[in-house]
C-alpha cells in the first residue's frame, strides 16, 4: 500500500514536471511606451479641496483698563467660528468667529469679528490674523457697545478695546494667550 | 454674482485641457476626482488614449488542459473540461505619469451579473472535486499583548511582572506547498498551469510612472452554452494627494465575446495571435 502511494507520487511528480502550463502561446504586443509629463508639475487639485473650514479658539490672560491706574484682571474668551481661505493652495483666508468673552468682576461681552489670517488647518497652526471684532455687552453693569481690535501672532493676542457709553468711552488693552484650532486636513 | 464672489474666494486651479494636454495626469486625476461627471470623462478619455491598454483573450483548449492535467487520466480531464472552461485574457499598458494604476478583468453575462470565477485554490477544488489540506494553526508568544505586557514590566521596572501572564496566542495558515500537492493534486497542477491565478506586474520604467502587465485565467461554466458572455475590463488610474488620501478615475469597458459554446472561436477570430486596443471595442 505504502509502495503504491510512493509510486503514485512518483509519478504525479513527474507528471508534474512536464506539466505546470497550458502552454499558450504569448500574443503579439506592442513595446511598452514611457508618457512624460511636460514641464514643471503644477500642485493644485491634489491640495485638500477645502477650503472653508470650522474653527474655535480660546484665550486667557490679563484685561488692562488704560485709565493711568493699576487696573489689571483676568480675562477669559471662547469663540467659534469659520476660516474661509483663498483658493486651496493659500494659506491666507477670512477669519469669521463669534462668541464670548468675559473679565473678571466687570466685563460680560458677546464678541463678533471679521478679519484676515493666515492659517492652516490643526492646532495652534495660525500664523498671524488682524480681526476687528464688534462687542455688545454688560461693562461696570451697564450695557455698551464697542470695538475690539486684535492683532494675533501665534499664539499671542494683543488688542485694543473701546467701549462707548453715553459719558465717555472707556479703553481697554486686552494681553492673552490664545489657542486657536481649525479643522481639516493639514 | 454670487458664482463671481465665490470663484474670488476659492480661486481657481489650471484647466483640464492645459493638465491633459501636458500630460499632468496627477492632477488631472484628482481635478476629475473632485470635479463633475464630464470632467472625469475627459480625463479617461485623455489617460485611456496614452495608456493605450491593449487586450488578448484566449480560450484553453482541451489539448492545452490535458497537457496540463498530465498526471490525470482521460477521464478526469473530461470531468474537469465539462466543469470550467480557463481563459486567459492578458492586459498591458504604457507607462502614464500617475501614482497608481489598478486593473481588473471579469467575465460577466449581458445584465452584468458575474461568469468568471477567478482560479483560486477554492475554485480549482471545486472544479476537479477534490478536498483542499486544512489550514494549519500556530501559536506564538510574538504578537501586541505581548509587547504591551513588556513594556508594562519595562516601565514599573518589573513590579508588574508578578501580576503579568503571558499567553500564546493562536493564528492560522494556509497549509504547505506539499499538503496541497498530496492532497489535490489536479487542483494543484491547475494552479501551477494559471500562474497561481495570475495577477499584474509593473512595466519597468524610468520614470515615476506606472505601467500594468497583467496575466489573469478565469473559470466559466460551460455547460450553459447559450449563455452570452462578455469580457469586463476596469482599469483605476490613481493619484495621491500632497496630504492624506488619494484620487482615482475608473475606467470600465466592455467587450461582448458571444455565446460560451462559441467562445474559443470567437476569441480566436477577434484576438488571433495578437493583443489588440481596447479603444477598438468602444463601439462594439
Redesign the interface.
Known sequence: MRIALIAW?V??AN??A????????E????P????????G?????????Q?VHWISRSALGLHSRMTGENDHAFTLDALLGRL???????SYG?WIEGGYSYVMGREHLAVFGIGLAQSKPGFVSTKFAIIPHLIAGRIDDEMRTGVRTSLIIANFEIAHQIAFSADRPIHELHLVMTFPFVSG?? | MRALLALA??????NLQT?AS???????V??A??GSGDDRAFVRRALTK???P?I?V?V?RHD??A?????ASSGERDRIAGRAQ?V?V?L??????VDGLDASVDLVEPGGGSLGHPATWEQLAEVTGEKLPPKQTHSSYLHGGTLLRGAAAFFTLGLSLPFTTFRRRSYETDAPDEAY??SA?LA??LR???AYGGGCRA?P???T?H?L?CTWYLAIDPADRQREVALSVSLAYR???????H?AVRETQTIKLGRIDALAQRTTKT?G???RALRDFTIE
Open positions: 507520487l509519478a504525479l507528471a508534474r512536464d506539466a505546470g502550463s497550458f502552454e499558450l502561446s500574443p503579439a504586443a506592442p511598452p511606451r514611457e508618457i512624460v509629463e511636460q514641464g508639475e503644477p500642485v493644485y487639485y491634489r491640495l485638500p479641496p477650503t474661509i481661505r483663498f483658493g486651496r493652495p493659500s477670512l486636513l493639514r | 474666494l476659492v480661486g481657481c486651479g489650471p493638465l501636458k500630460r499632468h495626469y496627477r492632477e488631472a484628482c481635478a476626482n473632485d496614452d495608456a493605450d491593449h488578448h484566449e484553453v492545452q488542459l497537457r496540463a492535467l498530465a498526471g480557463f486567459r492578458q498591458r499598458t504604457h507607462v502614464v505619469p500537492l498530496m493534486p494543484h497542477a501551477d498551469a494559471t512595466v520604467s524610468r520614470s510612472g505601467g502587465a493619484s495621491a494627494r500632497k496630504t492624506e488620501g484620487c484576438f495571435p495578437r493583443m
